[in-house]
């Protein structure tokens, strides 16, 4: 089972800061490797996927980067929506699995 | 694009219970579907999927021999059905359209609450 690891669990961060969340595969995923956004009470959301491709309607300032082992989301200037917790989950093998969030909080 | 998940509710440990999810406005037999689950105030922990025309799917060994995915593209739906059901099954579980030609979750329905307790 190739194990996600998220870093860091919290981030504290202010409005219209840029933010770097990491990512980081036990073994090579290529670049399947996705990210979601999770609201309270809400269900997930795809943000990018083949990891740097922002799927449909995300804006342009969430990027994704990385291959192999190590990932990254970045958040270019961080709006009051998206305090949320954020997932990357690897579909490149089965068992398919998720990181354990990183949870961006307002400072 | 909109999956619906509902059969979620209150069953005792060993009970059983089935899950169904609607899938409307894409057509169902060319997609893969999943399920996701998230104990409270836990992560997300991928379940079972299966392909859009049901001859392959996997599952977790957390739920191997207890839990059978399956779809009926006669009526765009997807199933999950849950035996031997045991407290460490309660969660949200969430029902997920995949992406063209992929096992990628892309759309996710709001999902539904399995609670096992006596």
């Known amino acids: 089972e190739i194990v996600m690891t998220q870093s860091p669990a919290t981030l504290s961060v202010s409005p219209g800061e840029r933010v770097t969340l990491s990512c980081r595969a036990s073994q090579s995923v290529s670049s399947r490797l996705a990210w979601f956004q999770q609201k309270p009470g809400q269900a997930p959301r795809l943000l990018i996927y083949g990891a740097s491709t922002r799927a449909t309607d995300i804006p342009a300032r969430f990027s994704g980067s990385g291959s192999g082992t190590e990932f990254s989301l970045t958040i270019s200037s961080l709006q009051s929506e998206d305090f949320a917790v954020y997932y990357c989950q690897q579909y490149s093998n089965w068992p398919l699995t998720f990181g354990g969030g990183t949870k961006v909080e307002i400072k | 694009v909109q999956v619906l998940e509902s059969g979620g509710g209150l069953v005792q440990p060993g009970g059983s219970l089935r899950l169904s999810c609607a899938a409307s406005?894409?057509?169902?037999?060319?997609?893969?579907m999943t399920w996701v689950r998230q104990a409270p105030g836990r992560g997300l922990e991928w379940v079972s999927s299966i392909s859009g025309g049901g001859g392959v799917s996997y599952s977790a060994d957390s739920v191997k021999d207890r839990f059978t995915i399956s779809r009926d593209s006669s009526n765009n739906t997807l199933y999950l059905q849950m035996n031997s059901l045991r407290a460490e099954d309660t969660a949200v579980y969430y029902c997920?359209?995949?992406?063209?030609?992929?096992?990628?979750?892309?759309?996710w329905g709001q999902g539904t609450l399995v609670t096992v307790s006596s």
């Open positions: 997920a359209k995949g992406r063209m030609g992929s096992w990628l979750t892309e759309n």
């Open positions: 406005g894409f057509t169902f037999s060319d997609y893969a």
